[in-house]
Nanobody, 126 residues
Framework: QVQLVESGGGLVQAGGSLRLSCAAS????????MGWFRQPPGKERQFVAA????????NYAVSVKGRFTIARDNVKNTVYLQMNSLKPEDTAVYYC???????????????????WGQGTQVTVSS
């Protein structure tokens, strides 16, 4: 079974940047779309970004489009989330997830993702 481990979270001031990493243990990582989700305190988990199995397509939530960038390195079995121009509203626990289907696209919904990491805390102060 795939194991996902997020890292890179922390405390940052508004306007700053962070890069999150998600390392996957499965050897079939390169055949699945990957996504980033977040759960702000007191709110439901929400979609942030996704990238297709081959990195050819990406998808972003409106709230982060233009500020966040998702990327993957299939050699390193790692997916990244570069977060720029951070706002206090970005404060949340961030999770990476693997799509349930082989050769999946970035146009996916939360139920399409079946494997989840433990999450990493991102706190943006004002």
């Amino acid at each position: 079974q795939v194991q996902l481990v997020e890292s890179g979270g922390g405390l940052v001031q508004a306007g700053g940047s962070l890069r999150l990493s998600c390392a996957a243990s499965g050897r079939t990582f390169s055949r699945y779309a990957m996504g980033w989700f977040r759960q702000p305190p007191g709110k439901e988990r929400q979609f942030v970004a996704a990238i297709s199995w081959n990195g050819g397509n990406t998808n972003y939530a409106v709230s982060v489009k233009g500020r966040f960038t998702i990327a993957r390195d299939n050699v390193k079995n790692t997916v990244y989330l570069q977060m720029n121009s951070l706002k206090p509203e970005d404060t949340a626990v961030y999770y990476c997830a693997q799509h349930r289907r082989l050769f999946s696209t970035a146009q996916a919904q939360q139920p399409d993702f079946g494997s989840w990491g433990q999450g990493t805390q991102v706190t943006v102060s004002s």
